[in-house]
Structures are given as C-alpha cells and as structure tokens.
T-cell receptor, first 111, second 115 residues
Framework: GQQVMQIPQYQHVQEGEDFTTYCNSSTTLSNIQWYKQRPGGHPVFLIQLVKSGEVKKQKRLTFQFGEAKKNSSLHITATQTTDVGTYFCAGGSRNTDKLIFGTGTRLQVFP | DVKVTQSSRYLVKRTGEKVFLECVQDMDHENMFWYRQDPGLGLRLIYFSYDVKMKEKGDIPEGYSVSREKKERFSLILESASTNQTSMYLC??????????????FGQGTRLTVV
C-alpha cells in the first residue's frame, strides 16, 4: 500500500542553523500537506502544495513539491527556538482517496 | 476558529475494559477522523466518517469501532482494551468531501494508558 517516509527522524541544531526534512512517497501524489506539532500539542496545518515543482514560502520556511510529485521538502532558514516540534508531511491521493501521514521529523533547537 | 474537543486529555484503563473516546467539533464539518500516534510511526488512521452514521475503516481498524450519531460528534470505542492500544489518540475534522486535499483540524489528543 501507499507509504510516506520522512527523514531524518530526529534533528538537533544550534539556533541560527538551517534545517531540512524530506518526505518520500512510494506512489505519485495529488497533493502534499505539512503540519507542525509543538511538544505536548496537536498537529497544526502549515501549507498544501498541489503542482509539480511547486515552491511556497512562509517567512523562514520554504516548502517544495518534487517534479514527479513523489517527494517534498521543508527547509527552515536560521532556526529559532520557536521552531521546536515535530514536522509531518501528509500525502494525498485522488486515486485512493487517502491522506497518508509521514513518520515525522522531530526538531530540537539549542540556544 | 475551528474547535475540535476531545473529552479527556489523559486516561488510564484496565486490560479488558470497554473504552469510549469522545470528540466534538463545532464547525459543521462533514469529515471526522480518529488517528493514533506512536513514536517513529507517525499518525495512523483508525477510522473516518464522511457523514452521519457513515464510517470507513482506515489502515489499523482492528480492535476498534466508531459511532457517529450526530454530525458534530465522533466516538472511538475500544471493545476490549489491550496494552498494545496504549497510545496517543487524535481526533480531527475537515470540511470537504475531498478530505485528502483539505486542511485537517486536530483535537488536543487523548493519551490512553492500558494497564
């Protein structure tokens, strides 16, 4: 069945360093969503990408959807302590009517 | 603001008990979901519902059932709780028939421990 993997599972960075998490699907996706879950909190929607090769920015966050619509990435420039949390991608498929969440990347930022 | 409210933040139950987890949303959303979250496994879909009295199995429905008698309420039932059902349970809702391309709104989660 459809699987969505994320790497790395954990990342520790010094404040000010950049961070990237990668999301890979076993099948072609219709769309990709990204969520952030703060420690002790619940996932909160960040953004959705639907077009092949699409790039979207939110302040220091840059989201990309691969040309083949099978992978995606989230890049954070100059991390801050407020970026701490777990980042999930979720791949949507019109063929299967499913939204599959990735395994998540937990980001820790040291001041 | 959309609000998804889960009845309990923390629950401790005994093996073999029947457990009810309740979820209420206040935005008239068609779709409601139950996920479980375990370290290293991400969020896995247990059941979802796209309308009142309708339910569909997700990826890990074994040992669970659901009930949706009213549009705003979606209940997850553990028929006979087992220790391998110790987990964080997250309820979510979304407003669109094409739920896979619509933002999901999550509740605060229920951390269930089965002893």
């Amino acid at each position: 069945g459809q699987q969505v993997m994320q790497i790395p599972q954990y990342q520790h960075v010094q404040e000010g360093e950049d961070f990237t998490t990668y999301c890979n699907s076993s099948t072609t996706l219709s769309n990709i969503q990204w969520y952030k879950q703060r420690p002790g909190g619940h996932p909160v929607f960040l953004i959705q990408l639907v077009k092949s090769g699409e790039v979207k920015k939110q302040k220091r966050l840059t989201f990309q959807f691969g040309e083949a619509k099978k992978n995606s990435s989230l890049h954070i420039t100059a991390t801050q302590t407020t970026d701490v949390g777990t980042y999930f991608c979720a791949g949507g498929s019109r063929n299967t009517d499913k939204l599959i969440f990735g395994t998540g990347t937990r980001l820790q930022v040291f001041p | 603001d959309v609000k998804v409210t889960q009845s309990s933040r923390y629950l401790v139950k005994r093996t073999g008990e029947k457990v009810f987890l309740e979820c209420v949303q206040d935005m008239d959303h068609e779709n409601m979901f139950w996920y479980r979250q375990d370290p290293g496994l991400g969020l896995r879909l247990i059941y979802f519902s796209y309308d009142v009295k309708m339910k569909e199995k997700g990826d890990i429905p074994e040992g669970y059932s659901v009930s949706r008698e009213k549009k705003e309420r979606f209940s997850l039932i553990l028929e006979s709780a087992s220790t391998n059902q110790t987990s964080m349970y997250l309820c979510a809702s979304s407003p669109n028939s094409k739920f896979f391309e619509t933002e999901a709104f999550f509740g605060q989660g229920t951390r269930l421990t089965v002893v």
